[in-house]
């Protein structure tokens, strides 16, 4: 077996532990994605045309940030992969936080191959849910390009600053009938993606959801 088939083994194995044990149970990473793009990206694996890598790129890269914090910056990281819970319109919300520090900052890590904004909604919302879930003041997300590392401070009520010099940005708030909303949507099967993420999508010119062409 090739060591590139090793590698599609072990991520798909670590994917595994992503995989849901109760009915009820809806993981925050699921509310900040479009559901299209999910289904796509199933159906171009079934044809063999799915390219695993990016992915894989992602996972290592936040093992070894998780690994770097925890070896040589232990005293200000309480946790990695830091479960968590919280009942939400009778349904339980999961999550794993990235990084927790010490002091209750929850560090989300996004590789990505370029930012074409400061920052992404999807994003946003997603450490905002976390924040809400740990009843927690300030997130961090951990933007790693290929050539650089950019890091955008959330905070609870809403507001954003980013490391290129833009003052506070008031984004959104999240609570408990804003997870609601976004569960019932997620549980309708709501096409269109509420972060308008169509433009920035590999799948913008063949799927017929796509509210924008590039």
């Avoid at 849901?20 to 479009?34: D, F, M, Q």
């Avoid at 479960?83 to 936080?97: A, R």
């Avoid at 010490?102 to 999807?122: A, G």
């Amino acid at each position: 077996m090739s060591l590139r088939d090793l590698l599609k083994e072990a991520f798909a194995k670590h994917q595994s532990g992503f995989v849901k044990t109760e009915p009820n149970e809806i993981w925050v990473s699921e509310l900040a994605v479009c559901q299209v793009k999910k289904q796509l990206d199933k159906e171009a694996e079934q044809r063999g045309e799915f390219n695993v890598f990016p992915l894989l790129r992602g996972v290592a890269m936040h093992k070894g940030i998780q690994a770097l914090l925890t070896e040589f910056v232990s005293d200000k990281v309480k946790a990695v992969e830091y479960k968590v819970e919280k009942e939400v319109c009778g349904y339980k919300l999961k999550g794993s936080v990235d990084v927790l520090l010490t002091d209750n900052t929850v560090v989300e890590i996004k590789t990505v191959s370029r930012l074409s904004q400061p920052f992404y909604p999807e994003h946003v919302f997603q450490v905002l849910t976390y924040l809400h879930m740990l009843n927690a003041e300030r997130g961090v997300i951990l933007y790693v390009l290929p050539n650089e590392v950019r890091e955008v401070v959330v905070l609870r009520d809403g507001n954003v600053i980013t490391d290129v010099g833009s003052s506070l940005v008031p984004v959104m708030t999240v609570g408990d009938d804003v997870l609601c909303k976004a569960i019932n949507d997620f549980i309708a099967g709501k096409r269109v993606h509420p972060f308008n993420e169509c433009s920035r999508c590999v799948y913008n010119q063949v799927c017929p959801f796509s509210i924008t062409r590039v």
